[in-house]
């Protein structure tokens, strides 16, 4: 039996002592630049050391928690990342890849607004249909493919990703908060439709500063307005009077059309006089090469309407399929396709009310977006003619690409459960709620902390989702609008969590240079917050109060 508690007889110390793996992971990673592998490593023994001398939880009980985590990060994350990256290389490995970076490329010339329409529309979708870092490491490649140095591909990747986080995978951490609080979910992805929007309509004006720097804005301006207000508008509309589940997958697609239309009636004034054409390929007399050809291109620079249809077809396949998985019926059978079981060791922990705290390790192995995502790959081999060895010799080669990446997102799931059930999370957030009607200015902040925790936003809602109901009912708040705030704040943590570093630099190549990214992205993610914890603040009064649902 164990009981969750507070360390020391004053909040604010206690809140100080659970504070420091979270504080040892960002110190290592953004002041002595250590890798992320390390950084997360040191911090997963900090939290041990807390949970057992600072909290009395019992040792064998502190590496069930740790072990609970670390499993939970292979369905929750790297099942998902890893197949979404395997039908990647399988694009890569036919040549269709190629074939997708010129469509994009035929869009616009220009880079800036390559990276719009790559990491801010396309990414969006990837969020809406799968999450999980997949976005981060299919935009960051396909940037890199596009001209982009590695490290800034990663950043502005990173960046793009906190557009659709909210509304991500379906709409989960939304469906997950409304679980957590048993709180109607469309209200919550309603008030979340009245934060998040507001952010995303900044996103692409940041990307072009980010790809070209401030000067870029004022050729590029027009585009940057038009991806960001139609992607803003759309999610509003869809979570405030459709479905919050499909405000992304609709926002993604109105601004990719968007800026496509503008770009048929307005060019950067510094625009490229021309198109690259592509290189002859050389030996005309050899056999035909279909691959090669389409990886070099043809000399005409055009590529033939079928490549093009099997470029797009893995997404397609993706889309078509999580569609489908989202029908009533379908939907439910998918759900029986579940085992569930409680974690060994974990069944006598309860919080400080006594309440028993749920350890159910549930594998949802028919439903889940990484088991989706492996048919839609097993579609893609067969769609693109990759045969059974081959495609599991691309899948061997896409698990090494992620070599020490894999190590980081086991140590920081372990991590953030150790916190979550020895009671340090729990330990920050009765800190924060005691901070009164502030409360509403840092409830962001809550969230923000969260991901940069679990690197999820549907983690961080099922870790503090409790937590803010109870603050808004002793504050005789909104819990709409708090639990809304979470959810917001913790995508700006998107960018900054360990797991999502590695991934970054796994995509580009740049494993170990986690440290150097978060430096890059750290700066957005706090700045974006402010204006963040500002806006909910002022939703929270009579300034902006009529924005609140049911306010």
Avoid at 11 to 17: C, E, N, T
Avoid at 246 to 251: C, H, Q, S, T, V
């Amino acid at each position: 039996m164990y009981t969750q508690n507070l360390p020391l007889e004053s909040v604010g110390w206690s809140a100080l002592v659970a504070a420091v793996p979270l504080l040892t992971v960002l110190v290592l990673l953004g002041v002595f630049r250590w890798k992320a592998q390390w950084a997360g490593l040191a911090a997963f023994v900090v939290s041990l050391l807390v949970a057992v001398f600072a909290y009395d939880m019992p040792v064998g009980m502190t590496f069930d928690a740790a072990g609970y985590g670390a499993a939970n990060s292979v369905i929750t994350v790297l099942w998902i990342t890893f197949n979404a990256i395997w039908i990647y290389n399988l694009t890569v490995e036919t040549g269709h890849f190629a074939v997708l970076r010129r469509a994009f490329a035929a869009i616009s010339d220009d880079k800036r607004i390559q990276a719009i329409v790559i990491a801010f529309s396309f990414g969006a979708l990837l969020e809406a249909l799968a999450g999980g870092g997949s976005p981060i490491a299919i935009c960051s490649v396909m940037l890199v493919a596009a001209g982009f140095q590695p490290l800034k591909a990663a950043v502005i990747a990173l960046l793009a990703d906190t557009a659709p986080v909210a509304f991500g995978g379906m709409g989960n951490p939304i469906t997950v908060l409304g679980t957590v609080t048993h709180l109607n979910p469309d209200d919550y992805g309603a008030m979340t439709g009245r934060q998040a929007p507001i952010l995303a309509v900044l996103v692409p004006f940041l990307l072009v500063a980010i790809a070209d720097g401030p000067r870029a804005l004022k050729q590029v301006w027009p585009a940057a307005l038009t991806a960001g207000l139609t992607f803003g508008v759309t999610q509003f509309a869809l979570a405030n009077y459709w479905s919050y589940k499909l405000g992304d997958i609709f926002a993604a697609i109105v601004s990719a059309g968007a800026v496509v239309a503008l770009n048929r009636v307005w060019q950067p004034s510094d625009a490229p006089a021309g198109r690259a054409v592509p290189p002859v390929i050389a030996g005309g007399s050899v056999d035909h090469d279909p691959v090669a050809e389409r990886r070099a291109g043809r000399p005409d620079g055009t590529d033939p309407r079928a490549d093009k249809v099997l470029a797009f077809a893995p997404y397609l396949i993706v889309v078509v399929l999580f569609s489908l998985a989202q029908i009533g019926p379908i939907k439910e059978w998918l759900a029986k396709g579940t085992n569930s079981f409680q974690w060994p060791g974990l069944a006598g922990i309860h919080a400080g009310d006594g309440a028993p705290v749920a350890t159910v390790f549930a594998v949802p192995w028919a439903s889940t977006a990484g088991t989706l995502l492996f048919v839609s790959g097993i579609l893609t081999a067969v769609v693109l003619r990759v045969g059974p060895l081959r495609a599991l010799q691309v899948y061997g080669a896409t698990l090494r690409q992620f070599g020490w990446a894999i190590f980081t997102v086991l140590c920081v799931f372990a991590l953030s459960y150790v916190m979550n059930l020895s009671g340090q999370i729990t330990t920050l957030g009765i800190w924060l709620a005691q901070t009164g009607s502030l409360f509403a200015f840092l409830a962001p902040l809550v969230g923000w902390f969260g991901v940069a925790v679990t690197g999820t936003d549907a983690g961080s809602n099922a870790l503090f989702g409790g937590l803010q109901l109870t603050a808004a009912h002793q504050l005789h708040a909104s819990p709409i609008l708090f639990g809304a705030a979470n959810t917001t704040g913790g995508v700006l943590a998107k960018m900054i969590s360990p797991q999502n570093l590695a991934i970054g630099t796994a995509a580009v190549g740049l494993v170990g240079a986690e440290g150097t990214l978060f430096r890059r992205v750290f700066g957005w993610s706090v700045v974006m917050l402010a204006l963040l914890c500002v806006i909910v603040y002022l939703q929270s009064t009579a300034v902006l109060g009529w924005m609140v649902v049911g306010g």
